[in-house]
Each structure stands twice: as structure tokens, then as C-alpha cells.
């Protein structure tokens, strides 16, 4: 007969080997060959393994990335997906939208393009994603929803409750919404996030006015070098390295030196959780 505390320790290491398999598949994901040269550069920026823990990321999830961008975060997250029986799902320019444009409708086919090697990662799902696009997903569908370095974007575009509203409208009750985005604390945040940062009230307020609750804080990406008052805003600093007004253009008469010693921005990073 198996003692009381023997038989608990056993079922306490069973009940890790899930996760530590997730780990080493994160960890898989993040060492992968399928990673861009380019991106792996900004890992020490990043921080993907420590970013993508604190948010909870797990195996077997539904996860949906806002806006993945050039695809920093999708190179991760479709193989750790695949490995680990997940789906990964992508936002991608709105086809239903009788109004877009047909350099949005290249750029979307560029990216599934891009990610096309399922041998590499999986079967990438996309959904249509705009200011008029329909749900994200059926209602309790996805674990975890992420934006990462959108928000300001959104506020400029006047679409950030309908993002956060569809986003809350997709998760299972206890799903997390994840959060990265430039920083504008202590500074003040400027009308509409216009230089690219934001503060964390700001957010929040966004969040929890769409149903959500603050679960938790990381500084695991905050910079204390960045001092937000740049010439062109968070885009004077790595990657974007504007040098002109708006990116038109490349001054070669601009001193990059103190933002490129500065590095990429201060961010917040929030966990958020759907309750209920």
C-alpha cells in the first residue's frame, strides 16, 4: 500500500510533466531554425520565453495573435502550436470589407505566403480583422488572445473598444488577453497615443471597460534607458529607426547614436483575465 504523502508526491510530479513538456517545447519553438535572423536579434529585447510564460501560454491552447505584424511573434507561436496540439490563429486584413485596399489584400497574401510551410508551422488559421470585421472567433472559443505593441495603433484608428470587445467576446471565461505595449508612464501620455506610447491607466481602463480584470504585471520588458522624448516618437528607436518625419524617406545627417544605445522601447506587459 502506497503511503499518503508517497502517493501525493507522484501524483504532484505526474501533474508537472504536462507543463515541463511545454517548456521544452517553448523552448524548441524559440531555438527553431524556422526563426528569422533578424528576429532572433531582438530576443534579448523581447524576451519571448519569459513574456510568453508570464501570459500563460500552455499546450494543447487555442491562441489568436492581434496584428502579428511581420510575423515576430507567429514564428514562436505556430510551431509551439504544432508541437504541442494547439491551434494558432493570425489576424489578417478583412476580405469581407468590400473597401480594402488591394495593397492589404498583397500584404495579406504575402504573409500566408510566408508561413505557408506547414512542415515548419502547422496549419496557421487567419481570421479577418478591421473596423468593420466580424467576430474573432465562436463566442468561449480561445484560451489566449495577445496584441503586442498595437494598442496605440488602434487608439489612433478610434478601433480599440471594438478589438478589446471582440477579443472578450472570444475567450472561454478564465481566458487571458495579453498585453505588450510602449510605455508612457511617468511621462503623459500624448492625445491618441500619437507618438507610439501609452500609459498603463490608459490601458487598463480600455480592458476592464471591455470586461476584463488585471490578473497581473511584469516588468520583463520594461527598458529604464528609454526616455520618450524622441524626435519621431517610439519610432526613432530599434527596429523602426525612423530618422524623418512619419518614416518618409532616410536623413543621413541624423545621429542614431544615443537611440540606438537605447535600444527598443520601455513596455508594459499585463495579463488580463475574462471572469466568468
Not at 490578473?215 to 529607426?241: I, M, Q, Y
Amino acid at each position: 500500500m502506497i503511503r499518503p504523502a508517497l502517493a501525493a508526491a507522484i501524483a504532484l510530479t505526474f501533474a508537472a510533466l504536462p507543463a515541463q513538456a511545454a517548456d521544452a517545447a517553448l523552448k524548441a519553438a524559440i531555438a527553431g531554425p524556422q526563426r528569422a535572423v533578424e528576429n532572433t536579434a531582438r530576443d534579448g529585447a523581447r524576451h519571448p520565453a519569459e513574456t510568453l510564460t508570464f501570459w500563460g501560454l500552455k499546450s494543447k491552447q487555442t491562441v489568436i495573435e492581434l496584428s502579428p505584424g511581420s510575423g515576430y511573434w507567429t514564428e514562436i507561436l505556430a510551431p509551439y502550436a504544432k508541437a504541442t496540439g494547439g491551434t494558432y490563429f493570425a489576424t489578417a486584413a478583412d476580405l469581407d470589407n468590400p473597401k480594402l485596399s488591394e495593397a492589404a489584400k498583397k500584404g495579406r497574401a504575402s504573409f500566408e505566403a510566408k508561413y505557408s510551410d506547414q512542415a515548419k508551422y502547422g496549419p496557421i488559421k487567419y481570421v479577418n480583422f478591421g473596423a468593420a470585421s466580424g467576430p474573432l472567433g465562436p463566442p468561449n472559443s480561445a484560451d489566449l488572445v495577445i496584441t503586442a505593441r498595437n494598442i496605440h495603433n488602434w487608439m489612433m484608428q478610434g478601433t480599440l473598444d471594438k478589438v478589446l470587445k471582440d477579443a472578450h467576446a472570444v475567450l472561454k471565461p478564465g481566458g487571458v488577453l495579453a498585453v505588450e505595449e510602449h510605455r508612457a508612464d511617468p511621462k503623459a501620455e500624448l492625445p491618441g497615443g500619437s507618438n507610439g506610447y501609452v500609459s498603463t491607466a490608459t490601458v487598463i481602463a480600455a480592458a476592464e471597460k471591455a470586461g476584463f480584470k488585471l490578473a497581473a504585471k511584469s516588468e520583463v520588458n520594461a527598458n529604464p534607458k528609454d526616455t520618450k522624448d524622441h524626435p519621431f516618437g517610439v519610432w526613432t528607436l530599434p527596429p523602426s529607426r525612423w530618422t524623418t518625419a512619419n518614416g518618409q524617406g532616410s536623413d543621413p545627417n541624423f545621429d542614431r547614436t544615443k537611440y540606438d544605445a537605447i535600444g527598443e522601447s520601455d513596455r508594459m506587459t499585463l495579463r488580463f483575465v475574462k471572469v466568468g
